[in-house]
């Protein structure tokens, strides 16, 4: 079938689950890493014959605007680089915000932007948009995070429904906790013993559950049961006081 991927933030956590994913479906796959050595170990890993590597700092411009120039329009796009960002109001720098904010937001939305004229060309495509569970729950100490998932959740949300009758499907999957070493990498790693084991999900069962619903059309999904069932109560004062305990930092 030739079908062919475009996947950002590529070589680790849910990013490189989905390339491994769609290996076994045979699809030709443009795999995109900010870091050149974490790529090169994901490249050994995959070990497929149809997947290309490439390094680009998704927080910049101009990177976006290469990858639109000179990339083959994907009959899907996979939008799943970011970065754990967390700080009381006031703490983070305006370039911590700036960069983060292009990387998980505008810029994404220019890559979207970039390729969709030429999808509703081609008559077919997916977008598939890695959100957050916290872009429609309260995040204290994380709402430059929260804030920032919560746009691109309502940007994706929004042109699902615009592009519905152009045959491009667009699905936003908002995942909770996931076992990934993005937190590690930022200094959160006490997440991993503070918050329970039942309340994480792995970057494989996430990405069973966005795939599939964006065969389906779905234009959301919440991957895991538990976060399927606390969905409802997420903005509640008590699910926030829980949040709270248990992402609390030890004295």
């Known amino acids: 079938m030739n079908k062919r991927a475009l996947i950002t933030g590529a070589s680790s956590g849910i990013g490189f689950a989905y390339a491994k ?9 443009d795999l995109i890493s900010n870091n050149k050595e974490r790529s090169e170990e994901s490249k050994t890993s995959l ?20 990858i639109v120039d000179k990339f083959e329009t994907p009959d899907l796009i996979v939008a799943n680089a ?7 109001i006031g703490k983070l720098t305006d370039e911590e915000k700036s960069k983060a904010y292009y990387l998980m937001c505008g810029g994404v939305i220019e890559l979207i932007e970039g390729f969709v004229p030429r999808m509703i060309d081609k008559g077919t495509g997916r977008i598939v948009i890695i959100s957050s569970i916290g872009a429609i729950s309260p995040m204290p100490k994380s709402s430059i995070y929260s804030s920032i998932k919560s746009g691109i ?5 929004s042109i699902a429904a615009e592009l519905s009758d152009k045959e491009i499907n667009i699905t936003v999957s908002l995942p909770g906790y996931v076992k990934t ?16 084991s039942w309340m994480w999900v792995t970057p494989e069962k996430v990405v069973i559950e966005t795939e599939k619903a964006s065969r389906k059309g779905k234009n959301e999904i919440v991957p895991g049961m538990v976060y399927k069932i606390a969905k409802p109560f997420l903005k509640s004062d008590a699910a926030v006081n829980l949040w709270k305990k248990i992402t609390k930092r030890s004295q």
């Open 181 to 196: 070493s993005a937190h590690k990498r930022v200094g959160l790693e006490h997440l991993h013993s503070k918050v329970p």
């Open 21 to 29: 994913y769609l290996t076994k479906k045979d699809w030709h796959l």
């Open 47 to 66: 070990d497929y014959k149809k997947a290309s590597f490439y390094t680009a700092d998704l927080s910049k411009n101009e990177s976006i605007r290469n």
């Open 82 to 88: 970011g970065v754990a960002i967390n700080g009381p």
């Open 153 to 157: 959740y309502a940007y994706g949300k």
